[in-house]
């Protein structure tokens, strides 16, 4: 009687929340977190998601099945709660949710209180901007071309097996689909696209042999592009222009030379003091997380001055990037990719191995991301893990200062390690690696090594001025690569010595009229409303962003954005992928710290037409005096291609670094003991 009065009330208590859900608030998930900006765990995923489609399941205006989320991730508390925020205090707890609906080419942004298991808004996005491409519309979106049969005839045309051909998806770039197509699609242009191109695997998609991998991207099939409608799930365009022969170029690496041991050993321990996220290195501390869209995120960046813990960076992270070819020529006109707004740069954050990625004595932190199809037999929560994409090592950096007593030839010398936090990222051909260096001497210098593969073309001995040819396999076929151009806009909130700073440029000049001809001086010049700069090498044009406390020698503090590779945009200027990426024109953007305003391309470039992003942030012109600043860095790389990129490309370097000037009253370096190195004997 006992066992079944039990059975019964477990039943009632099962029952409840299923019933609770359609009118109520379900009840609220356990919330972990000890810190305001901890990425939301794999159950808080699930809460939101099952309160936000709840939401969906219950409006009759609202769809209920087919939904996608391509991205649901913490809602970052506002910064000024951050700021205040003590360890033990309570934080608000927030889910962003985004919900598209395919087929009626909706997408909405939710957000939902954890805390209180509610939904706070719900607010559908105009149509004519798409949310990031998702991984399930891929698999659809290939199945789909598989099974088109004028693409079947395009590859044996060209000598290609469709099952062993690779289709690659791509955001469909900037060429609108032709006025007759579109004229016949409820949607028109607005239709939700993805654009394939194909490459030849030479095997099926699971068979995978480690001593000869498969490099599709090493055997291009030109002249053939498939758009899909994602809204109806049909090819809607297909070109089929020229028939190149296809390279049958392994692309496979010959390892004939095998390196003794370089073993990176701390045998006394590592001097990363790491709590959860919260790291502690030398003299530094952040907060570190993975997030979705971003990648890697640097927050709340201080450095221990004396004991005193001083604010540098607020927020540190990627924000987007641009990638366009400079091939005139319909096939490759459309190709600019966004990577961190069309792509979700974050969600191809790939597992680091130790001693291919980062060395042994790397210290490695997992992510969790939400799946975009939800809770299914797959994910139980929905949540997917990405173990080990985050990386923090020391690493040998060198001679950090050294001087030498010229009366006795006695040496005062110390070596140098540094801190590197790094992730990357896989984004089709290429792979992306980020890496956030900080250094005994008080700067953190940025470097992004691009490698992978370029994306190659199908083509024959014609010269392209365009497409420098950089592959011939045994039989002769060749294999281009088109010359193009990267800018990474990194999002750099710096708050030096507090929020409240002012935007400087420093270049410098000869001094002319001192009477001595040898004379030449830097000089500083207030940028006091939000616009943009371009770099200037001839002038050292640096950026310097200064705190309100003033130095021992009654100058504000400072840290300076010194530029590392640059690139000015080689397109038109009124190219519509330039219009679209505008940030790229520039190298520096700054801006007075408003929330929302985090993406230089704004939050939804995925087939956006209108001017979004920076351009619109500075629009205002506000006052950038004695507030709180945000630098926008682009960093840029122009790849005019060679052949020993061919068939994988070395990693490539462009980067910036952030240094004090005048925020230390002398070199914050001299603490590190010259036993360092050898601390192990
Ligand atoms: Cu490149």
Not at 431 to 441: A, M
Not at 534 to 561: C, I, M
Not at 598 to 608: C, D, E, K, L, S
Request: hydrophobic fraction near 40%; proline fraction near 7%; aromatic fraction near 10%.
């Amino acid at each position: 009687m006992e066992r079944s009065l039990l059975v019964c009330l477990v039943c009632v208590a099962l029952a409840l929340p299923a019933v609770a859900n359609s009118a109520h608030a379900s009840l609220p998930v356990e919330i972990t977190a000890t810190h305001p900006l901890e990425p939301l765990t794999a159950l808080e995923m699930k809460a939101a998601y099952e309160i936000v489609t709840a939401r969906f399941k219950s409006d009759p205006d609202l769809p209920d099945d087919k939904l996608r989320f391509p991205m649901l991730v913490l809602s970052e508390p506002p910064k000024q709660t951050v700021l205040v925020w003590k360890s033990g205090d309570t934080f608000p707890r927030v889910a962003y949710v985004e919900v598209l609906h395919n087929e009626s080419n909706r997408t909405w942004v939710a957000l939902i209180d954890l805390r209180q298991s509610k939904l706070i808004s719900l607010e559908q996005i105009p149509e004519g901007a798409q949310p990031a491409l998702t991984d399930s519309e891929s698999k659809e979106a290939e199945a789909i071309i598989r099974a088109y049969k004028p693409w079947q005839d395009a590859m044996r045309a060209r000598g290609v097996n469709p099952d062993l051909a690779y289709l690659d998806y791509w955001a469909p770039g900037d060429a609108p689909l032709p006025d007759e197509v579109a004229a016949l699609l409820p949607h028109g242009q607005n239709t939700r696209l993805l654009r394939y191109l194909t490459f030849d695997r030479g095997a099926k998609l699971d068979a995978f042999d480690p001593l000869a991998p498969q490099n599709p991207y090493d055997r291009p099939v030109e002249g053939v592009v498939v758009t899909v409608d994602m809204n109806a799930g049909a090819v809607v365009h297909m070109t089929d222009t020229v028939v190149h022969p296809v390279s049958s170029e392994s692309g496979n690496a010959a390892a004939t030379v095998v390196l003794k041991p370089l073993i990176s050993e701390q045998p006394r321990g590592s001097d990363i003091d790491r709590q959860g996220r919260l790291v502690r290195w030398h003299n530094w501390q952040f907060y570190v997380a993975l997030h979705p869209r971003e990648g890697l995120v640097l927050y709340d960046v201080r450095f221990a001055d004396h004991g005193t813990l001083r604010p540098i960076a607020y927020r540190l992270s990627l924000s987007e990037a641009y990638v366009y070819y400079g091939l005139g020529e319909e096939n490759w006109v459309w190709r600019g990719a966004l990577d961190v707004g069309e792509y979700n740069a974050g969600m191809w954050a790939q597992t680091l191995k130790v001693n291919q990625d980062v060395p042994e004595n790397a210290q490695l932190l997992d992510a969790v991301f939400f799946s975009d199809t939800g809770a299914d037999a797959a994910y139980e929560t929905g949540a997917r893990d990405f173990p080990a994409t985050v990386a923090l090592y020391e690493r040998d950096a060198g001679i950090l200062w050294s001087r030498t007593d010229p009366s006795n030839s006695e040496r005062d010398t110390r070596y140098a390690r540094e801190l590197v936090v790094t992730w990357n990222c896989w984004i089709g051909n290429y792979v992306y690696s980020f890496d956030w260096i900080f250094k005994l001497d008080g700067s953190i210098e940025t470097r992004v090594l691009l490698t992978g593969t370029t994306l190659n073309r199908g083509t024959n001995d014609a010269s392209e001025p365009s497409a420098p040819k950089v592959g011939i396999d045994t039989k002769g076929v060749l294999v281009a690569a088109p010359n193009h151009q990267h800018f990474l806009s990194f999002r750099l909130d710096l708050d030096v010595d507090g929020p409240l700073n002012d935007m400087m440029e420093m270049e410098v000049a000869h001094l002319p009229n001192t009477g001595f001809k040898n004379s030449f001086t830097a000089t500083m010049h207030y940028i006091d409303r939000e616009g943009f700069r371009d770099a200037n090498p001839f002038t050292l044009r640096h950026w310097h962003v200064e705190g309100s406390n003033k130095n021992a020698f009654g100058k504000p503090t400072s840290y300076a954005l010194e530029p590392g590779g640059v690139a000015v945009p080689y397109s038109a200027p009124d190219f519509p992928g330039l219009t679209r990426a505008a940030f790229a024109q520039h190298q520096l953007w700054v801006t007075q710290y408003k929330e929302g305003e985090m993406y230089a391309a704004g939050p939804f470039p995925n087939q956006a037409r209108a001017v979004a992003g920076l351009p619109e942030f500075v629009k205002d012109a506000a006052s950038l005096a004695k507030q709180d600043v945000v630098v926008w860095y682009t960093a840029g790389y122009t790849h005019v291609t060679r052949p020993e990129e061919f068939p994988v490309m070395s990693a490539e370097t462009i980067g910036f670094r952030l240094v004090p000037r005048g925020f230390f009253t002398r070199n914050p370096a001299l603490d590190v003991g010259d036993e360092s190195r050898n601390a192990g004997n």
